[in-house]
């Protein structure tokens, strides 16, 4: 599995960004996808998720300004992040978690993937 995330930048505070996650695999049934961010000197925290079922789950200092979305078909994710804020400078990393799923069976365990992270930075 490999994750190519784009579309972080710098922004004035109020801005929007839209980040795009295109994952490749090959027998390989992804369950989740979601966003993490790595602010300067903190831990990888959760940004938002969504199943495979397009259920979603938002950090609470998230909610009601960035929405996540994912298209099943292309295996594409995006996170639409409106009303930026200067507390959201990080990179952003894109995940997946699924597993191994060929001939309709499912192989091993649950597995998870990372891309390389792109940078947010959010001016005052």
């Known amino acids: 599995v490999q994750l190519q995330a784009s579309g972080g930048g710098l922004v004035q505070a109020g801005g929007s960004l839209r980040l795009s996650c295109a994952a490749s695999?090959?027998?390989?049934?992804?369950?989740?996808l979601g966003w993490y961010r790595q602010a300067p000197g903190k831990g990888r925290d959760l940004v938002a998720t969504i199943t495979s079922g397009g259920s979603t789950n938002y950090a609470d200092s998230v909610k009601g300004r960035f929405t996540i979305s994912r298209d099943n078909a292309k295996n594409a994710l995006s996170l639409q992040m409106n009303s930026l804020k200067p507390e959201d400078t990080a990179v952003y990393y894109c995940?997946?978690?699924?597993?191994?799923?060929?001939?309709?069976?499912?192989?091993?365990?649950?597995?998870?993937?990372w891309g390389q992270g792109t940078q947010v930075t959010v001016s005052s």
């Open positions: 995940n997946v978690r699924g597993r191994t799923y060929y001939s309709g069976i499912y192989y091993g365990p649950n597995r998870e993937y």
């Open positions: 695999t090959s027998d390989f049934s992804i369950n989740v």
